[in-house]
């Protein structure tokens, strides 16, 4: 089986240039998160996806930050302008839709990182 | 605010040896991840705990759970070089909807 799929792996712009990263998640997985993993720190969810919907986006800095995800399945997040602080790794994760229990493990992706210059 | 705070966050153990490492939390958790991540790559699952006092064992590796602590444990057995790694806990806090809280990470040496 698949895992879930991130493009690009790197990425390297200036700052105020925009930046898109792309996550088609596991087969048959209705959630989609995306993080951020700054350097020596743990993931930080950004926004979660229940299908189409964003059902949680209270950690995006929204004057900046875009994601969609138009059709329920791959997704894109975007940052417009970047500024040097958002250097990082942006990880996406799926998990399949249940009622609870272990089914609910996160599945990660590669991840892209990010360098603004 | 919630916290979730890993110790030590670096460890250089010696091929062989046993190890703890902890995670505690600073609110009611109704599960709790553990994960690896190798350098330059994504987080892999290893355990997910769903109770108090639940025990999972995979290889040298055995994580624990107490919720009325707060705290979960990754014991390492006779480290081998393989587990070299930087291992993050989780917490989903109760009623907060598959939202994960990660802790700052372990990072994990194993010398021959």
């Known amino acids: 089986e698949a895992g879930v799929v991130q493009s690009p792996r790197y990425k390297i712009i200036e700052k105020k240039q925009p930046v898109a990263f792309w996550c088609n998640p596991i087969?048959?997985?209705?959630?989609l998160y995306w993080y951020r993993q700054n350097l020596g720190q743990g993931p930080e969810l950004l926004i979660r996806?229940?299908?189409?919907?964003?059902?949680?986006d209270s950690q995006l800095p929204k004057d900046r930050f875009s994601a969609e995800r138009l059709k329920g399945v791959d997704s894109t997040l975007k940052i417009q302008p970047a500024e040097l602080g958002d250097s990082a790794v942006y990880l996406c994760a799926s998990s399949p839709w249940t009622s609870g229990g272990a089914q609910e493990t996160q599945y990660f992706g590669p991840g892209t990182r990010l360098l603004v210059l | 605010e919630l916290k979730v705070e890993q110790n030590p966050l670096f460890l250089s153990m010696q091929e062989g040896k046993n190890y703890t490492i902890y995670c505690n939390y600073s609110t009611t958790s109704d599960r709790l991840y553990w994960y690896r991540q190798d350098p330059g790559k994504s987080l892999e699952s290893l355990f997910v705990?769903?109770?108090?006092?639940a025990v999972k064992q995979e290889g040298r590796l055995m994580a624990s759970l107490d919720t009325k602590a707060r705290l979960s444990t990754l014991h390492i057995t006779a480290a081998v070089h393989d587990l070299s790694a930087t291992y993050f806990c989780?917490?989903?806090?109760?009623?907060?909807?598959?939202?994960?809280?990660f802790g700052s990470g372990t990072q994990l040496t194993v010398l021959p």
């Open positions: 989780a917490i989903r806090k109760t009623g907060s909807a598959r939202q994960l809280t």
């Open positions: 705990l769903l109770s108090n006092g």
């Open positions: 996806y229940e299908n189409e919907e964003a059902v949680d």
């Open positions: 087969s048959g997985h209705n959630t």
